[in-house]
C-alpha cells in the first residue's frame, strides 16, 4: 500500500465516522427527571395571565424562537418595545408560575 492509498483510506474512515451511527451497549441516563405533569400544565397556562402584548411578544421570543427583529416584525413593534416587553413578561412569568417549576429551569436564576 503506497501512501496516497493511506491516506486515501484514512481520509474516507473519517467520513463514514460521521456518517455512521454509533452503537452504545446501554443507554445514557437522562439528563434530568421529566417534570410533573402539573408542571407542564402550569406552564402551557401561565401566558393566558400577561397582557396581550407582553404575551405575544414572550410567545413569539421563546416559544416560536424568533430573535428580537422578526418578534419585532410581526405586530409592527420597535426592537426596543420588544426587548422591554419580553423582560416584563418574564419577570410576570415568574410570579405566576409555582414555585416547583424552578427544577425545569436547572440552576437558571
Do not use: I, N
Not at 454509533?22 to 405533569?37: K, R, V
Not at 411578544?57 to 422578526?70: F, I, N, P, S, T
Not at 426596543?80 to 427544577?103: E, F, M, W
Request: aromatic fraction near 6%; proline fraction near 11%.
Amino acid at each position: 500500500m503506497d501512501a496516497d492509498q493511506v491516506l486515501h483510506e484514512f481520509v474516507a474512515a473519517r467520513r463514514r465516522f460521521w456518517r455512521c451511527e454509533q452503537a452504545f451497549g446501554e443507554l445514557p441516563e437522562l439528563a434530568a427527571p421529566p417534570p410533573e405533569p402539573e408542571v407542564g400544565v402550569a406552564v402551557r397556562a401561565a401566558p393566558a395571565g400577561l397582557p396581550p402584548k407582553q404575551r405575544a411578544v414572550v410567545v413569539l421570543r421563546y416559544w416560536e424562537d424568533h430573535g428580537v427583529a422578526a418578534t419585532a416584525e410581526l405586530p409592527g413593534m420597535p426592537e426596543s418595545t420588544v426587548r422591554s416587553h419580553a423582560a416584563r413578561g418574564l419577570a410576570a412569568l415568574r410570579t405566576l408560575l409555582p414555585q416547583d417549576v424552578d427544577h425545569v429551569q436547572g440552576d437558571r436564576p
